[in-house]
């Protein structure tokens, strides 16, 4: 996969980098916060190959990639100027408000934004941790080993000083000094304080007690306290002038928070992570058989909606106050019915594309990563969902009964069962093998009718016969080759092959008798389907989305009925110049793959009155690509 066309052809189809107010990404999205969410081209991003889907929730539109989204983002940052590689803006200049929120979605966001960008890293601390167990359970390792003391501080390090790595990420979040938010990290954690709160001592400041608290491995006190960080920090900034204020806001800010903190903030903090555990595990003691049905069955609905994120901190900080979680086993049943069910629709789709997908989200799943699986098969099929749903169901009511615990924070998945080593682990392995048959089952016999088997993926319907046909020119000016564009992702063909025109005028014919698909709200492109089955790309020029409409005036509408020779979208090349952009336009067979050859207009014909000839695969039949 060319991850910089695709990166490129996202960025220009969500509208440019001008359209982001923040970008980051998970395991396997790219997440944006989007000045406006009516610039982005939806349709024609779902259609990029290496994109699965589009999830518009919890205030962030997100481009679900996969396994490789680590490195689309790392080739979006770099194209979209995008100065942090974890979540960044896209200008050292205040960013223009994206649109309202509410303040559920603003939570979520904020909660993703803290804990996503290390997840891997807590998943992998978590494995390591039960491999450690396991390896003690089996006598293969020794506690008082070195090689035990040494992998143990490797696993536990990060759960230990967890309050630092929460403070680096809800500092980006909050957009506060981090290394002010992670010196208040630490001091929660500085050992002579350690020492003396765990011996329950009490400490005066100034006079006022200190309550012996302990916050290794906590959650909510350090969120709580970089929060009111965010709200002192201004202050004091308009307290001193700029020539004195990168020392003395620091300072006042650490003289002011770690007492602070300590004193009022902490405390609170601590107050409100005891009660969510205790009323996490009163609801969980009183009906854990529910308990297991409803989140092994509507985990996956929660990752849809986004909302999963509220269960993090929760998971994380029963941990932390006692040493165990029970909703995690339970997630993983729900995780495990997803990849049964996905192996299911490997085995009966006739689809090539679909049978590929669902091969390798079935693995990915088994590992915890079930997106692809959601979106780009079960949710997408949708009657394997609903299969996947019930297997959960039964899995974690299973699991539920059990009671089994989960030593350590980790992603729900195969590779997390070292961690419910110990009460209900038996429980667990049936849970989960009960779960994944379940939804393996269920699929293969109530989710893939004959119909929904044979059906090709939604980007493949079938239309009409191709028939040959012929494209003109939609503007006048110099023709040249597409391959010499100064776009990448023109240049290499990847949307299709076609040509190039350096204009002489300013208005955008239509090349042949058709119907619009697709119109830009920004003018800059125009997709037109021809009466014979070609998918028509014409973009005026690179980089022009970023003029948001300016120095363009579009003439149609989508699914207009159009003539050759009509006059689509009028621009002045002039002024675009004089913004510095290049306004060559390129005109794009988007279904190039159903053509047995795209031919380009030979200059040398002196007769000549077309751009391209299009000969149609023998009984060709195509699949319609919006652009």
Known sequence: MDYSALAQAILTNIGGKDNISKAWHCATRLRFNLKSTDQANTEAIEN??????????????????GNAV???????????????????????QPAEPAEKQNVLNRFIAFISGVFSPFLGALAGAGILKGLLALAVAFNWIATSSGQYKIWYAAGDALFYFLPVFLAITAAKQLKVNQFVAVSLGAALLYPTLVTV????????FFGIPVMPTTY??????????????????????????????NIFTPLFSLVIMVPLTLLVVGPIGGLIGNGLATGVMAIYNFMPIVAGIIMGAFWQVFVIFGVHWTFVPLMMNNIAKMGYDTLLPILSAAVLSQAGAALAVFFRSKDTKMKA???????????????????????????????????GALGGAIIGAAGTHASSFTLPSLLALPTFLGRGFMGEVIGLLVAFLGGLFFTMFFGMGKATANKPADNQTPVAHLDNDTITAPVDGTIIPLTSVHDEVFASEAMGKGLAIVP???????????????????????????????????????????????????????????????????????????????????????????????????ATEADHNWLLKLQPKPNSKGATVNV
């Not at 995008?82 to 896209?90: E, H, I, Q």
């Not at 709160?197 to 005066?204: D, F, K, R, V, Y």
């Open 504 to 602: 002489t005028n300013g208005e955008v014919k239509a090349p042949v008798d058709g119907t619009i698909t697709a119109v830009y709200p920004t003018g800059h492109a125009i997709g037109i389907t021809s009466k014979s089955g070609a998918e028509i790309l014409i973009h005026v020029g690179i980089n022009t989305v970023q003029l948001n409409g300016k120095y363009f005036e579009t003439l149609v509408k989508q699914n207009q009925a159009v003539h050759r020779g009509d006059v689509l979208t009028k621009f002045d090349a002039a002024k675009i110049k004089a913004a510095g952009y290049d306004t060559t336009v390129m005109v794009i067979i988007t279904n190039t793959n159903q053509y047995q050859a795209v031919t380009a207009t030979d």
């Open 357 to 391: 997908l669902a091969g390798s989200s079935f693995v990915t799943a088994l590992f915890g990563i079930t997106e692809p699986t959601i979106y780009g098969v079960t949710l997408k099929l949708k009657r394997p969902f609903y299969c996947a749903i019930a297997g």
């Open 70 to 92: 680590a490195k689309v983002f790392a080739a979006l940052a770099e194209l979209a100027g995008l100065d942090n590689p974890d979540a960044a803006s896209t200008s050292a």
């Open 216 to 245: 290794t491995s906590t959650v909510i006190p350090i969120l709580l306290t970089v929060w009111v960080l965010s709200y002192l920090e201004p202050l004091l900034d308009k307290c001193f002038p700029s020539s004195i204020r």
């Open 197 to 204: 709160m765990s011996q329950s001592t009490t400490l005066h």
């Open 48 to 65: 990029l190959d290496g994109v699965i889907t589009v999830v518009q929730s919890a205030g962030q539109y997100q481009v679900v990639i």
